[in-house]
Every structure is written in structure tokens, then in C-alpha cells.
């Protein structure tokens, strides 16, 4: 069910940042407030981490206790799952569906939303909105470079971070695309990257066309052959001379993340990629992790986003999926999550913008063993349409 | 001998209505579930992006080497052992041995196996204590591009399976006397025991080994969650790629993961086709060379190793429970330390925390069994003995078709129904799924049950369901209670029935333990492995609790 | 080819089955062992085949044509056995069956010989048929002319025409006296029927059980 964008929207809008709440929506709220409660809301999100897993459930009770909302948590292996199933469900005409809130950005969002599988806009209208670092953090409101109108809700904070076990490596980090060459030549068979079309071997590709191609505006703009076949040359020829230097030769890949940090822990490779910047502090904290393990991001800048949470046209507890969402954006909630004893990622929240008490929640996790010591500039994801051309190009010369 | 006595209407009644509900049940669903799924595959761009993708050709060519070479080795394997140990205690010890290698789950296997051969397993550190290593040897034992380690998973895990099929036909009490006099005969002839099983033994009962050897075929080409643990990577074998393709986001790649689906039916069946061929030119030959007449060399006995299988293949399922157990209290543990860094118990915190989702994942393996074992009874009463061959064929059609296929077709069918994520609709997959296990496994025990005894019952003045309820049923308890741990287990172990038809509403140990696999979350998955071959093993330790009972007679 | 046993006996635990039994037979001709069921004719055989197995216990030698062959293994003794079911092997032909059991040789020679014997067996033309499309006095038959193709130099009957009918028995009885003649090979016969004894031969009886 979408809706068209409204004079109340375009009002809320511009309320929100003076962290003003028109009566009118407040009394909304009040009403989708009284509707979730005692609604049970299914929450499909990715499950291969347990520290992730920990966070929804406490996030769960919290609401409970809160709203008396029920949250559960569907755990995916994938989030292209819940899309197929989601797809499925809209083809065989069901209004009910088995999904109400997803975690979920990027491509995922971009069809989905085009599909008309996403219920909304809705963001923009909870109230822990007026918090968000729309300004500070603009990949809030434009998610692969597709406008997010409002029909997903800012969660957290990724930026492409590489983790390097210093125990193993007694090298400088590398700065850059170059000098990870450098140090893969000098320490050959220590650092690989997920197959793509694993999201984050699709991101390392992009970092490393940001950083060689040049014309980053361009990126940002719908794919096409043209531009293509301008911008990705130096890719595929700095992949070229990477690859013999990678583990088993560049002819075989980790088939995920969660693997190269397997092998990082175990002493078969040396250097790993994340998306979390606290990751490696976390697993650290963890024990999967050795404590020698640091942190550190390219310094000219590297690939960032921001991941939400939506809710399917077809969700039966779409009131209580919405409280969750405002829930997920609440400062207790996003500072608990901020927290690398907890999960350790980091928050959409503009701090500035919290009062006091607030502010006083996301204390301190900072300097703990394995965070990243110098932040790099956050470079906005290019285009959505750009993921399957690389992915299928680069599967036709590596795969 | 056809029944001579006359039914009455009401029995006969009875049985046309049992015939009907499984007809119902049963064959309906899966006869849907093919095309509902073709359909899918039946787009001509599926096709063509198959064919023009340039990783099918080579992950078709490694689901087939792993599948066949795994296949072929293990049956190999299996003749070999039976010719040598059969008739001799080392045999008994064999097929004692055998149920709680069955017990333990594939995956849970995989990972174990993995780990003792890694880069960075037990094997290597082993040898880096010996060796004096500081850094892991660039071995390519795991994810092997050549599928090696998959196929020797395959090996091991499919081993007892064909044995465990063996020994149960040929523990038939008509057939091992039949076997025993054979064999005796043969021997007054001046040929050996091992001259006889090659000779006139496997001609004779191997083809009772063919539907066993298919289902172990199928599911070695299609299998999904051993490919991700252990298979090769780039490119993996077909079966992962299309499972891949299934679960993305794109239409183009499901319609394209469906075709591929269809090209893994396909393959199954030209396998099958050249196996037919080669047997009846090979059958030929062979007879040719068992009729020659001569005798083997006095010299040869002794079982030539063999008597080492059992307690080799025990020590090998040994090493890895035991390496489940420590990896999943190990913490950091980097090579070449001997022992892990740091220990830790979250992992069985988490499982603890899991309660719910072992609780149900035993209801409804408790509830599929049941179900199964019900309707089995109902057709196996129901149906003349005449009609099991065609009966075999619809029944064991779940076992050949690859489950990619049939469960996209299921679920296309519940989404219909409105059954997708319902509880009913779950335990009715899993009904279907385990109900060829169930029919395998009781089958011959039902039909070498005595027919005379049923007469006698029934001149006595009993009623017909008198007669099962107290008699025939307490006397078949040891089969009916094996077959249902059969059936507990295979629901047990059920993935992608659970993953597409709970509609990520329901959640079992298995599903949670492939979910965490996939995050790399090795602690976790190896509990979760634990976890998932204890269940299995209480229900075989049941069944044995059972038959030792009513062996007491 | 003479068969000796010399104080031949048969013990299950402490109790002895056949008492200390010594005998000759000569070329051709048939020792008959009678004896209620159970009373361990059927172990006898077994003993002489080499095929005894505890609990079961046998003692005293056994020479045939002058060879002691009791620490023989069963493959080596050349002793034949027939049992009361033909025991042909139900995969192979007719002609497979008789083929099995010759000694190795010329292809020619041998398919001569398995040619030979289906017409001694009074089943021209049938040496393509399996076992199961035969009937029982055409099973029986050819199962005796298998054991005898083995070339043996003794063979033993266990209860051989027991599952016959009475009609198909006599008939069956002079072939069998027949071949044996005709090749020179003595014979135990186990039985319980006193018409299977062939004119003139040796009858043991073994006593019944306390």
C-alpha cells in the first residue's frame, strides 16, 4: 500500500528538523501507539551473528515491556529471502504476509521499492525521526543513491573497514588500493575478499573503482554500458595484478565475511573486510578475534551507507511494526547498539541534537582494543543499478 | 500365495478409503509440486542465462564427478566389506556399529571432517608440531576446487548407509539360510566364499541395492548444505549455484536457479540411463566370467584388512564428535597452538537460550514420524502385495526428485493454500519427505510377516482390528520402532523443507545451525551440530531399547 | 576312489549324536545313514563336507581314496553336497548352472560337456530357461548333474527326494543310482524314508535320543 506524498509529510518534514511534533501527529501516533499493542510483530533479519541475535532480543523485550509489542525474530541467511518471498506472496495475491519489519538497504530496497513491495512512506513520520542526522549523515535520506521517500527507517551505520592481525603482519597498514598491493605482494596468500555477489566483495569492488575510476559523480548516477566501459578498466587491471598475491592464487574466494574472520582468527590469513567499523573491537571483546587484531580504513575515504528497517506492503502488524521501528531509532536503543560490549554499531543519530541524559548513554566505548584509530571520510554508495553489472562482470573473468 | 479368504465389505471399505487418503496426501501434492516448479523453469531467458553463465558448465561437471565418483566408491567400498566379513562375528560387529554413524547428521559431519583436515586443523597442527611449521601450509584440503573433500564426506557419511540397507536384507531369516546353503554348495565345488559373492552372491541381490544407490545418487547430486560446508567454491557445485539463484532477489535469477534445478533432474536421470546401459552390457560379460570354471588359489583367506573397517570407520566418526566438542567451547585458537587460547561456554549459553527451537524442531520430527509411520500402516495393510512395485515407484519418487524442485513446487502449492508458515503445512512437507523412509524401512518386515497368522486369528472368533491391535502390531514393535526413528531423524535433519515451507516463521535446530554456519560463526554451528545428531541418536536408542525388548521371546 | 571313515562321531555339548561310525564305500556304491529328525544325519554330512560348526563337535578321520582329508578346508576336499532343494542358482540359465560347476577349460570342451549332461538330464533344448520356469523333477535333475559335473570323488545326499512328489521320487532314484554307476563315485545318503535305500546298499541307523 503506497502512499502518495502528502501536505501532512511535506509539514512533518519540515518540522522535523527544529524537533517540532505537530498536535495532530502526535495524536497519530497515539492512535498507531494503542493499535500495536499486544500485535506480534515478525522481524526478518539476518542471523549469522550471535551478538546481533542478543540485541534484537533484548530490543524485544524492551518492547514488550514498553508497548506490548511482541517482536520476533526471523533469522535469514540472506536478505534476498524475505524479497523472493515477499515477491511470491504479491504474485499469489495475499494481503497477509509472513514478514512485518526487515532489515534491509541497498539493492534489496531498490527493488522492493520499485515493485511496490514496501508499505509507507512511514519514516518520516515517527517520532524519534527528529533525531536522525539527516544533515551529517546523508546517506540517511538517499540509500544507493535512490531517494529514500521515507519508506525506510534509518537503523545504523556501515563504512568498509579492513582488520589487520598485527601479531602476523608486522607491516604498515596499507593507505590505499596501492599500497594494499604492496603489502599482498609482500605477504602473499594472507588477504582475500568475499565472492561477490556477497554484499561486502561487491563493496571492496566499488571502493577500489572509487578510488582508481576517478570520476566518483559519475558513479552516482543510473548505470549504463557507456559509462561502464569508461570508468571500470582500472578495476578489472588492478584485480589483474591483486589477484596472484591473494589466498590460493585469486582462484578461489571466502564464500562470506563471517569465514574470513574465521581464517583471520585462525591464523590462515592476516587481513580481513567489514562492514562494521567496531566489528573487529566486538569480536575482540567476544573472544573470536585475537587481541592483537586493529582496525583501520582506507584514508582517502572508503564506502559507507547507512541500513534500515521497512515494512512489507503486506505486513499484518504493519501499527506494530512502526512502533518498532521508532523503537530501533530510539536513543536508548541506538546507543545500546552504538555499544561494542553489546554490538557496536554506530548510531544514525545526530548526538547534537539529543538532550543531555540522553547524550550520557553513548558513553564511552571508544579506544578499546581493535577500533578503528584515525575515521577515513564516509564516500557515499554509487548507484544501485551499478551492483549487477560488476557482479556479473566480474564473475565472468573470476569465477 | 494370493489371500484365499474372503473380506467382508466393511474391511474391504476400509481399505479403498486408506488407499484414497493416501493417494491424497500424498501423491496429489508431489504430482502438483512438478509442475508448479517446471513452470517456473519454463521460461526460455532461464535458459539462456543458464547456458550463457559461465560458471554452469563447470559446477554441472563437479556436481557430477563428487556425486558419482562418491557414490561409486562407497557402494564399492560396501561390496567389498560384505564379501570379506559377512558369515564371520567381525560382520555382527559391523552392522552393530552401523546406526549411530546414520544418527549423525551430514552437516554435522562436514564440519567436523573440515576441521580435522584444514589448512588450520587438527591434521595440520599435527604435523606443525612435528614439522616445526609457524604458518599454515597452503594446502587446498577444504573447499577444494576439485570437490575432493566433498566426495569423501559423501563417502563416509553414505558408507553405512548402503551397509545398514545390506545388512538389513541380508539378516532376512529366508535369505541368510538361502545365502549360508549357497554358499555351501559352492564351496563343495572348490570355490571360496569371496569366489562365490562375486560369482553368484552380487549377481544375484545387488539389484536389491539399486533403489538404495539412487536415493544415495540423488541426493549427492542435489545436496546444498554440504556444498556450502565443505564444496568448492568457485565455481561450486550446481546444486549450490541454483540454490543461490532461488534465494536471490531477482526474478531472473530464480527463474534461472529453477532451470538449473530442472538441469540437475536431468542429469540424475541420463546417470541412471548409462548405469541401466552399462549394466545390462556389463551383466552379460560378467556372466561369461563367472561360468569359466576356475577355481580360486587355495592361499587366499583372510579378510585382507577388512576386519579393520568397523573400528576404522568408528574412530573416524569418533575424532569427529569429538572435534564438534571442543570447537564448540574453543574460543580464539590460532595455529599452531595445540589447544585453544581461550575457552568459552557462550556457545552453549546460546543453545540453552535455543530451547524453543529444540523443543519444536522434536514436535514436529515427533508428529512428521508419527504421521508417516500411520499412513504407512494404512497402505501396507490396505494394498495387496501385488501392488507394491507401483507402489514403490510413487513412494519413493520423493527420494529421486531433487528436493530444490520439489520443495519450490510446494511452496508455490502453499502459498495457494494459504499453508505457508503454518504449522500444519510444515508438518505435512515433512509427513511427505519422511514418509519413503518410513515405507523402506518397514516394507520388509510387513511382508515377511507370517500370513497364517492372520487366519488362525480370525477362525479363533478375533476381529480383524483386534487381531492387529494384539497381535501382529506388538509382534512387528521392533520394525515400527526403527522405522519411526528412521523418520524422527530425517526430519531432524530436514533443511530446505523447513527453510521454504516455514516461511522463516518456524525455525529448527537444523536451520539455525546452517544460518549460523553462514555467518562463520564455527563455535556456534559445531553446538548446533551437537545438537542436532543428539536428537537423532535418542530416537535410535529408542528403538533399540524396543527391539531389545521383544527380542526376549 | 574309495570313501573310509574311520570311528566318525558327532557331539552337541556333552550329548553324542552319532556314535563312533566306520565304513567303506566303494566306487559307485551308496552308504545310507537313517535316523529320526534331529537325530544328526544332517551334521554327519556336514562333518564329511568339512562344513561342521560349533556347537557342534566331530571327530574321527576321514580318507578318500586313500587321502585323509579331514584337516582339509571345504575347497579343497572335492566332496560334493545335495540338499533337499536344488539350490540352482536362480540368475543363471540352466546351461550357466552346469557351466559354473565344471573345471576350467577350452570354451568348447566345456559347452560340449554342459550340453552332454542337459541331454543326460532329458531336457534338450531347455538350457536357456532359468531354474524357475523348470519343473521340480527337471530342477532336481539337473541339480544332481551340477554336482556330478564338479567332477567330485564323493558325494553326499541330504534327504535329496524329500520334496518330491512320490510319483516323480522312483524315477528319480534310478537316475540318480545311474549316474552315480555310471561315473564311479560313492555316496552318502541321509534319509528317513527306507524306500530311498537303493537295492543292496549299506544301511547305518543311527539310535534315536535318551
Known sequence: MTMMLTRRHLLLAACAPLGLRPAWAQAAWAAIESAARGQTVYFNAWGGSERINAYIRWAGSE???????????????????MVRRVRAEKAAGRSDGSADLVWINGENFLAMKREGLLFGPFAEALPNYRYVDIDGKPTTRIDFAEPVDGMEAAWGMAQLTFYVDAARAPLPQPTGVAGLLDWCRAQPGRFSYPKP?????????????????????????????????????????????????????????????????????????????????????????AQTLPPTVTSFQPRAGSIGN????????????????????????????????????????????????????????????????????????VWPEPHGSWVEPLEAEWLRRYG | MAQAHVLSAGVRGGQALARVAAGLLFALPLAAAVPLALHEAADAG????????????????????????????????????????????????????LAPMLALPHAAFAIGLAWLVAPTGAIARALAALLGWQAPPPWQSVNDPWALGLTAVLVFKELPFILWNMAALLARPEVAADIERQVAVARTMGYDRRSWWWRVGWPQWSPRLAWPLLAVLAYALTVVDLGLIIGPGSPPTLAVLAYADLQAGSPARNARGAAATVLLALLLACTVAAVAVAWRVGAAAWRRAATRGRRPAPARHGSAGAGWAAPA?????ALVGVTLLVLSVAGVWTFPAAWPQSLTLEAWRQVHAAADSVGFTAALAASASLAALVLTVAWLEATPPRWDRRASVLVLAPLVLPPLLLMAGLYQGALYLRLDGSWLGLAWVHTLVVLPYSFITLQPAWRSFDPRYEPVALALGRRRWAFWWRVKW???????AASAAVGFAVSVAQFLATQFLGAGRHATVTTEAVTLASGGQRTLAAAFALLQALLPLAGFAAAAWVRRRTMHR | MSLALHSVTIALHDRVLVPPLSATVADGEVLVVMGASGSGKSSLLSYLAGLLVPPLQGAGRVLLGGRDITPLPVEQRRVGLLFQDDLLFPHLSVRDNLLFALPAGRRADRLAAAEAAIAEAELPGLGDRRPSQLSGGQRARVSLLRALLADPQALLLDEPFSKLDTALRERMREFTWRELRQRAVPAVLVTHDRDDAPAGATVVELPPHA
Do not use: C
Open chain 2, 313 to 317: 570407520l568408528q574412530v573416524v566418526y
Open chain 2, 474 to 480: 506388538p509382534l512387528l514393535a521392533a520394525p515400527l
Open chain 1, 306 to 377: 547507512t541500513h534500515f528497517v521497512a515494512i512489507p506492503f503486506n505486513a499484518r502488524a504493519s501499527a506494530g511494526a512502526q512502533v518498532a521501528a521508532n523503537f530501533l531509532q530510539s536513543p536508548l536503543a541506538q546507543a545500546r547498539k552504538a555499544d561494542i560490549r553489546h554490538w557496536g554499531d554506530p548510531t544514525v543519530l545526530a548526538l547534537d541534537k539529543l538532550g543531555p541524559a540522553d547524550r550520557a548513554l553513548f558513553s564511552a566505548s571508544a579506544g578499546a582494543p581493535g577500533m578503528v584509530r584515525e575515521p577515513a571520510p
Open chain 1, 63 to 81: 518492547l514488550r515491556r514498553l508497548h506490548g509489542v511482541a517482536l520476533e525474530h526471523v533469522k535469514l541467511a540472506d536478505t534476498a529471502e
Open chain 2, 46 to 97: 532461464a535458459w539462456r542465462a543458464l547456458a550463457s553463465d559461465p560458471q554452469t558448465l563447470p559446477a554441472a561437471w563437479l556436481a557430477l564427478s563428487s556425486a558419482v565418483l562418491g557414490t561409486a566408491i562407497a557402494a564399492a567400498l560396501a561390496l567389498w566389506l560384505t564379501t570379506a566379513l559377512h558369515g564371520s562375528p567381525a560382520w555382527q560387529r559391523l552392522s552393530a556399529a
Open chain 1, 197 to 285: 555477489p556477497q554484499f561486502i566483495g561487491t563493496t571492496f569492488l566499488k571502493q577500489v573503482l572509487a578510488e582508481l575510476g576517478g570520476d566518483r559523480a559519475a558513479l552516482a548516477r543510473p548505470y549504463t554500458a557507456e559509462a561502464f566501459a569508461r570508468l571500470t578498466p582500472p578495476l578489472w587491471t588492478a584485480l589483474d595484478r591483486l589477484h596472484p598475491h591473494l589466498w590460493r592464487g585469486g582462484l578461489q574466494f571466502p564464500a562470506s565475511p563471517g569465514a574470513l574472520r574465521q581464517m583471520v582468527s585462525d591464523g590462515e590469513l592476516a587481513m580481513g573486510l567489514t562492514f562494521n567499523p567496531n566489528e573487529a573491537a566486538n569480536e575482540i571483546a
